[in-house]
């Protein structure tokens, strides 16, 4: 089961690729959270996409085609994946198609959560994650219950201002990413701005269908 969970930064890629790795046992791979780990362990690469991400930007394509062919060429992802918010760009999409058509291998596919620009901004800025379990909880929508208080972290780019930043990337440079995925014949476009629940139920119904 190779899939792809598409969307505006907060349409809720993250909290439903948990309940994708719970039902198929494959792995989740995030750029996103590959590269807040290389920024966490200091390396080259994280302190130089670092710069982008705190301006809302995207990271250069040739850093991250290159994180994806690494992660995509390890043994766990031989039995399927899901991709988290890569790709982000045409020359990112292109890529990833050139590669999994090299290992042989195809998209079943794209779920795209589609959520109102306005919602966004709600949801970004009340996130928080638990740094002892990774699980992503909302202050309103999903408040924690059995965490402790300084267990949770916000995110560095999770601020009003930075948002606006990431939602114009995705409006110029991801969005028209949706026409081809169409063209390729493998999208699915759900309601994002549903429960938690209700969205993950239409996703499983899409990807059985
Ligand atoms: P990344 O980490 O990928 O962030 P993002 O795409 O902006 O997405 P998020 O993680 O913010 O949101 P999400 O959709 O996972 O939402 P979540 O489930 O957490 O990227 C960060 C940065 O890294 C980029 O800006 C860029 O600089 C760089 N980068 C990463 N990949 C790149 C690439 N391929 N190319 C170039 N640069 C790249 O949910 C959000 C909140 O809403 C949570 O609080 C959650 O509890 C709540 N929520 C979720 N679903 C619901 C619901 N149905 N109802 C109510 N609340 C909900």
Do not use: W
Not at 6 to 35: C, H, M, N, R, V
Not at 37 to 49: L, N, Q
Not at 136 to 154: R, V
Request: charged content about 30%.
């Amino acid at each position: 089961m190779n899939l792809m969970l598409f969307g505006a930064p907060g349409a809720g890629k993250g909290t439903q690729a948990k309940f994708l790795i719970e039902k198929y046992d494959i792995p989740q791979i995030s750029t996103g959270d590959i590269l807040r780990a290389a920024i966490a362990d200091k390396t080259e690469m994280g302190m130089e996409a670092k710069k982008f991400m705190d301006e809302g930007q995207l990271v250069p394509d040739s850093t991250i085609i290159g994180i994806i062919k690494d992660r995509l060429a390890e043994d766990d992802c031989k039995k399927g994946f899901i991709l988290d918010g890569f790709p982000r760009t045409l020359p990112q999409a292109e890529a990833l198609n050139a590669l999994m058509n090299d290992m042989g291998i195809s998209l079943d596919k794209v779920i795209s959560l589609n959520v109102p620009d306005e919602l966004i901004v709600e949801r970004i800025t009340g996130r928080r994650t638990s740094k002892v379990t990774g699980k992503i909880y909302h202050m309103k929508f999903n408040p924690p219950t059995d965490e402790k208080e300084e267990d949770l972290i916000q995110r560095a780019d999770d601020t009003e201002e930075t948002v606006t930043k990431r939602l114009s990337a995705y409006h110029d440079q991801t969005a028209p990413l949706i026409d081809f995925y169409t063209n390729m014949g493998v999208i699915v476009e759900l309601d994002g701005t549903k429960d938690v629940s209700e969205v993950t139920a239409d996703m499983f119904t899409a990807i059985e269908k």
